[in-house]
């Protein structure tokens, strides 16, 4: 097995060439100034990658320039991870400079195994490293890539498991090395590396929070070693259903059974009984942090992952109460609370109640939304812009129209060329769609959103059911008389649906029991009684009436 590596030669020297130079080489380092720590980094593991080097001096450097590499690193990614997509400029060099410098390890390490197959001198006993390391490398080129809203790149699924097949062969995958940095005092293997990568595909990171992703990765980090891989299929069960990967194919692992040579069958069953052991324990009351599942994880919303996980990575998948089918045509997308609510409202800007609003008030608002998908504190200096420039509100850009993949009786999955210029979504944003069959605009959750290998940005919404009615909502109470009314939304209940009716409120509005004011046709109160959903810019929430909404 061979890897796609540059040529190496002696014409440009890197700052050092042996372990010993290395070292002295970081002492001198700005390791506290992060852009440039990262910019150096990646400029001697370039010039590293395209040096020729004795292959043992090249893993023992590498191994000294892991640790500043994953400090350096982890604080870059907080500028882009979990933005809305697609990322601006300096989010998007963020997230370039990081991929750049997670493969340029990533190449060192092949450099090393490559030697290992090539039986240079010394390397003979350092094949399970260079392997384990190889694959940790392409691993978190995978959750920085998730991290990013991006799926991996071509070619990405083949190296990961040529690399895997490369130390099967060789008979090393299961031999144990130390990996302080990710494992702590745990040994960590070439097997259990690679398979930590498929579970992170299975678990569909793109529709977690960042936080959720971190606990995901951990989880999969811990729990890998469980999951044995076959040549064939293990016995079948119904308590634990083995996922399945070609290791000669550029794809990533599945529940559908590949027969071929490059086959290999990954038996779930001691996992799922990890996972179900920490389900029903966190359901009796256990705290997050007495099962190891990690300090930062929190209730109900943890036991609700691991939950997901236990679906997703041992029993075929997760639960759909609907099934998907194909779709063709356009669905219309609108972003942002103001915009939707403008065009839900019969295209009328949002207006505090009982407050008159002038004609010059109402064309900059209608301006304001169609540019920015909101209302600006500050009003720009040509309050009729858009009027004199002969503009119609539907031709901007709020109101987009996006390809249809597939659809179920819940949600749609959408695509749009990022040729294509348009509004920036991120997961849990509410929207507003009217997919081809649908006669009107209906309230939606955006799940996730990701840019595919074809450079489209896609999105899967989840659509709540019954007809939106835009209202305005505000606190009660003495502090309240003096505050301002946002934007809301009221649905009914669908009962053959099982949806209750609800209120989709501001972020951080819900607390239980809390009273709110509507305004419909006139003011009333409810009574918030159950949390439904929260967003990045909602929250949705039952209620009790408790004065009457309409007139």
């Excluded at 292959?55 to 590499?69: F, K, N, S, Y």
């Excluded at 604080?75 to 933005?83: I, L, M, P, Q, T």
């Excluded at 190449?107 to 090393?112: E, P, S, V």
């Excluded at 009914?492 to 409120?505: K, N, Q």
Aim: net charge positive; charged share 20%; aromatic share 8%.
């Amino acid at each position: 097995m061979t890897f796609d590596l540059p040529e190496t030669g002696t014409e440009q020297k890197p700052a050092f060439t042996n372990a010993t130079e290395c070292r002295a080489w970081l002492e001198t380092q700005p390791l506290t100034n992060l852009v440039q720590m990262q910019a150096q980094l990646l400029r001697q593991l370039n010039q590293l990658n395209r040096y020729r080097l004795p292959a043992t001096e090249r893993l023992a450097i590498l191994e000294l320039l892991r640790e500043p590499v994953f400090s350096t690193q982890e604080d870059n990614a907080r500028k882009f991870a979990g933005r809305p997509l697609p990322l601006s400029p300096p989010e998007q060099a963020a997230f370039d400079t990081s991929l750049s410098i997670w493969n340029a390890l990533v190449i060192g390490y092949l450099h090393c195994l490559a030697a290992c197959v090539a039986n240079e001198p010394g390397m003979k006993a350092n094949w399970p490293l260079a392997a384990q390391r190889a694959l940790a490398a392409l691993v978190t080129v995978q959750i920085e890539t998730a991290r990013g809203g991006r799926a991996p790149p071509a070619g990405y699924w083949l190296t990961l498991h040529t690399t895997y097949a490369t130390a099967e062969k060789a008979g090393v995958a299961e031999q144990e090395v130390a990996d302080t940095l990710r494992m702590g005092r745990n040994p960590a293997t070439a097997t259990a590396t690679w398979v930590e990568g498929l579970l992170l595909h299975i678990a569909s990171p793109y529709e977690m929070q960042q936080r959720q992703v971190g606990w995901v990765a951990r989880w999969a980090r811990r729990w890998a070693p469980k999951v044995r891989p076959f040549t064939a299929p293990p016995t079948l069960s119904a308590r634990a259903i083995p996922l399945c990967v070609d290791v000669d194919a550029d794809l990533p692992a599945g529940y559908q059974p590949r027969f071929v040579p490059g086959a290999r069958f990954l038996d779930t069953a001691a996992l799922r009984e990890s996972l179900k052991k920490r389900v029903v324990m966190l359901e009796r009351g256990d705290a997050p942090k007495d099962l190891q599942l990690g300090e930062d994880c929190t209730q109900p919303l943890c036991q609700q992952v691991l939950i997901q996980m236990y679906y997703r990575w041992c029993k075929g998948g997760a639960l759909r109460k609907h099934e998907r089918r194909p779709a063709s045509g356009t669905c219309t997308i609108v972003g942002g609370v103001e915009a939707i609510h403008y065009y839900m409202s019969g295209r009328k800007p949002f207006a505090q109640p009982g407050i008159a609003v002038t004609d010059t008030q109402i064309r900059r608002q209608r301006d304001e939304i169609a540019t920015f998908g909101r209302v600006k504190e500050v009003a720009p200096k040509m309050d009729n812009f858009s009027e004199q420039h002969g503009f119609m509100i539907e031709e901007w850009e709020v109101m987009e129209e996006w390809h249809m993949l597939d659809q179920s009786a819940t949600g749609v999955r959408i695509s749009r060329s990022l040729a294509k210029t348009g509004h920036r979504f991120g997961g849990g944003q509410l929207v507003a769609v009217r997919p081809s069959d649908a006669k009107a605009l209906l309230l939606g959750s955006l799940r996730w959103a990701m840019i595919d290998a074809k450079d489209a940005l896609q999105a899967g919404v989840q659509i709540i059911a019954g007809k939106p009615q835009p209202v305005s909502v505000r606190g009660t109470g003495l502090d309240a008389l003096r505050e301002k009314y946002s934007p809301g939304f009221i649905l009914p209940a669908v009962a053959a649906l099982s949806e209750p009716g609800s209120i989709v409120i501001p972020p951080g509005w819900f607390k239980l029991n809390r009273v709110l004011e509507v305004y419909m046709d006139k003011p009333g109160q409810v009574r918030l009684i159950g949390l439904l959903d929260r967003g990045m810019d909602f929250e949705r929430a039952t209620y009790e009436t408790l004065t009457s909404l309409t007139g």
